[in-house]
């Protein structure tokens, strides 16, 4: 079971449905009284502004709490910056994720919190850490912006699979973007460039846009 504490219904039902339809059960709430006294779920997405208690508030309080201070939990927050990540990341958040959010953005980030525990991502020799907020290539750390965090992210969460520009720009930079589809070469570009050898892993698929190549781990 995944549980979606979100306060605006239409964002809520969305994140519902879209669980749903990829197989998770799933339930959702419009703040988080509730958590500590429902059955132990597999995983929390958490919205930070909520009326009442805030979400980093309730994230400090599961934590705290004997018996669900392991569930992995994804914040959901329409605030940028990174420091509002660093917040939720020292709160002991496992992932974020940005609004406006692409539905499969969200699914490939829950699938994979749930497929590492909450620990870490590699595909072939790029590692992601999402509770340190760091990337390493060949076991260097590899200092990336928060839009070349996010393309990476995405990529390697999805790896094997070709995505076009377009649909690049709608998960990553989010529905609301008018930018050029140059906007994602140019990412990609420099991200090559900081992953040194391993930048090679992220293939141009001519006709279509990008792939990320490795195994998966």
Request: with cysteine.
């Amino acid at each position: 079971m995944i549980y979606a504490v979100e306060d605006d219904r239409n964002i809520r039902e969305l994140i519902v449905y879209a669980l749903r339809q990829s197989g998770f059960e799933a339930e959702g709430f419009e703040d988080g009284s509730r958590l500590l006294d429902l059955p132990v779920p597999e995983l929390i997405i958490l919205d930070i502004m909520l009326p009442g208690e805030d979400g980093l508030s309730i994230l400090r309080r599961l934590r705290a709490d004997r018996v669900r201070k392991r569930v992995p939990v994804i914040l959901l927050t329409a605030l940028s910056g990174e420091e509002n990540r660093v917040d939720g990341f020292e709160a002991g958040a496992d992932g974020y994720i940005s609004k406006p959010f692409g539905v499969m953005e969200l699914i490939a980030r829950v699938k994979a919190v749930l497929r590492r525990g909450g620990h870490g991502l590699r595909v072939g020799g790029i590692e992601l850490d999402e509770k340190k907020h760091a990337v390493y290539a060949d076991g260097q750390n590899v200092q990336l912006t928060l839009k070349e965090y996010e393309l990476l992210a995405f990529l390697m969460a999805h790896a094997g699979t070709a995505f076009d520009r377009e649909q690049l720009l709608s998960e990553v930079w989010g529905m609301e973007y008018f930018g050029g589809t140059r906007t994602v070469d140019v990412h990609v570009q420099t991200l090559r460039q900081k992953l040194g050898s391993c930048g090679a892993q992220i293939h141009t698929v001519r006709g279509v846009g990008y792939r990320m190549e490795g195994d998966r781990t």
